[in-house]
């Protein structure tokens, strides 16, 4: 099972951008999907987070600017990042609650990390 992350680059501030993240392999079941971030120097953190359902929380940092959502059919999940300011810069990683066919329980993925830089 992998996470593979696309969508990320090089925008200018008030930018827009639009991450996409895909599961593939011998899956059973995806559960809570989400985004996190992390900047040089810095923790990484949490940015967005998504249940099955369809719930989602954000930091609020990124509150009224981004939007997660996720296509169930296709184990993808997204996330639309507008009005980008020079503080969202960092490398924004996927990550999933995964459980593999024949597996019992879930397990945690992260994807591979994809570079957001906004240039004022």
């Known amino acids: 099972v992998q996470l593979q992350a696309s969508g990320g680059g090089l925008v200018q501030v008030g930018g827009s951008l639009r991450l996409s993240c895909v599961a593939s392999g011998p899956i059973f079941r995806v559960d809570d999907m989400g985004w996190y971030r992390q900047a040089p120097g810095k923790q990484r953190e949490v940015v967005a987070l998504i249940t099955t359902s369809g719930r989602t929380t954000y930091v609020d940092s990124v509150k009224g600017r981004f939007t997660i959502s996720r296509d169930n059919a296709k184990n993808a999940v997204y996330l639309q990042m507008n009005s980008l300011r020079p503080g969202d810069t960092a490398v924004y990683y996927c990550?999933?609650?995964?459980?593999?066919?024949?597996?019992?329980?879930?397990?945690?993925?992260w994807g591979q990390g994809t570079q957001v830089t906004v240039s004022s």
């Open positions: 990550n999933a609650n995964i459980r593999r066919i024949l597996a019992s329980t879930f397990q945690n993925y």
